[in-house]
């Protein structure tokens, strides 16, 4: 008989495998003291483990295929940035000197205060890095106790398996994917867990947060994952399995028919051009966003520019690197967001304020920039020296105020008087945009549409404001729903907004890329859209077969649904109304 269990569809694909439990949560490790003599061997062992986890660690970054998104490397180096740090590289040898006990004991007791430091903080952000401190210093447990190597180094042992964990690290998943694994379970995280956000980079199926998965299943059982709903099948009757074989094939010949539309422009049936562009966050990511052909960079994410180092770029250094970016676009428009920095982009050398308890709702993105001149102007200056080299446009992050852009605008005008003195080029006609993703800001949009030359609705903080759900908190992120009718609602706020004042209206956050919603999406109004590079083809497949005249009112029924589960099904039916697949 088929059991199935369920968990949350983390990403899409069906996996047909057997089952492979990792049997690893935190290494057990028991107290073991050690002859003085055996000191400077204990340090030497545990010098060892760091070096060889560092070095696969950069072996791992290195076998990122060139088209994935850049935050998969980024999730490698916070990992081997902490391996770098005086709480994981000292503070265990000193704890080896004083307590004459082995690598491994010394490890976990670092751990052990680490962890209970961070367990003291509120802040959800901080919260990951916790995760993260405990996902390094497993791995450099388990290769002092010689366990890591076994899974990986027995060749073949992973092949065509299902993983089964309690939790996966960002390199795991690299690194389990080279060794032939098809597809991931894990039982703790969600949607927005690093474990999801890498596997759909990857195009893996996994489903993440299926309880006790590990007691339900045993090693090689046969199973099946379905990465759209959600659904484990373990030992699947033969007419299950020859339907899902079949679905996989499907979806297989689906993907690898989307290359063919890399030269295609998007174009619905009925005419309508479609602006499809790219996310992106550094100057790697733009080989694969000019292999797919898109419209422009929708979203330049600065911060990333500033994140993982102890100083703050200055001006030209922040130029160069926005030069490489418009070169690389050669004439294509280039939006670049100004610094959203806080909340779950802190930046160590700067202050939020006094320990804010929420951060979410703090000195962030904007509103840090206009209390901090000495590091919006830097790059505000930047930004314009480089429009006069390019098709250069400004978003700014979290307004949620009109007073905002009024004090952005200043800044602007007398930067450029500056430049001017100072006889520096730049486009005196640049275009400034806002992001809308705070609820006050769609409510209002056709104010800040009167003032900005185009919007951008960022859904991924518009949803955590409209639904007060802190993004990152896995606690609460089943609540987290984009077709929650305020959501929808809003969403088609600001495109009416935006086209009455006759301004474009982009939406760059994570559902502009999901083509669940193309079609909702089109139907209500959308016409740019922005997302990570490795969805445009699908997206651009949806619109190039749908009739956007005919979903405006299918799209507008879809506002009425009085629940989030409801409208979601009526969006599926109207993705299958002509067969894409
Ligand atoms: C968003 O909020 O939708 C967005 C694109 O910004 P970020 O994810 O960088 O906060
Ligand atoms: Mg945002």
Known sequence: MTLSIKGIAASRGIAIG??????????????????KNDINNEILRLKLALEKEKKQLRNIRNKIPAATPSNIAEFIDTHLLMLNDSALSEAPIRIIKENCCTAEWALKLQLDALVSIFDEMDDQYLKTRRDDVIHVVSRILRLLTGEEASVYDDTGILNNKIIIADDLTPADIVLMQHHGVIGFITESGGPLSHAAIISRSLKLPAIVGVHQAKKYLINNDHIIIDGESGTVLIAPDINTEIFYRHEQKRLQQYYASLSSLKKEPAVSLDNINIHLFANAELTEDMNSVNENNVDGIGLYRTEFLFMNRENTPDEEEQYQALLNIITAMNGKPVTIR??????????????????????????????????????????????????????VRIMIPMLSNIQEVSQVFEIIKDIKQELSQEGLDYDDRIPVGGMIEVPAAAISAYLFAKHLDFLSIGTNDLIQYTLAIDRIDEEVNYLYSPCHPSVLRLIHQVIKAGNRAGIPVAMCGEMAGDPIYTRLLLGLGLREFSMQINTVQEVKNIVNNSLVHRLVRPARSILMCDHAEDALEKIKNLNNQIHLQ
């Open 18 to 35: 057997h089952a492979y439990k990792l049997e690893r949560g935190r290494p057990e490790v028991a107290e073991a003291c050690i002859h």
């Open 338 to 391: 100004t610094l959203d920095l806080g909340a779950d982009k802190p930046l160590k050398s700067i202050q939020y304020g006094e320990n804010p308890a929420n951060p979410a709702l703090g000195l962030r993105a904007i509103r840090l920039c206009l209390s901090t001149p000495d590091l919006f102007r830097p790059q505000l200056r930047a930004i314009l020296r480089a429009s006069a080299k390019g098709n």
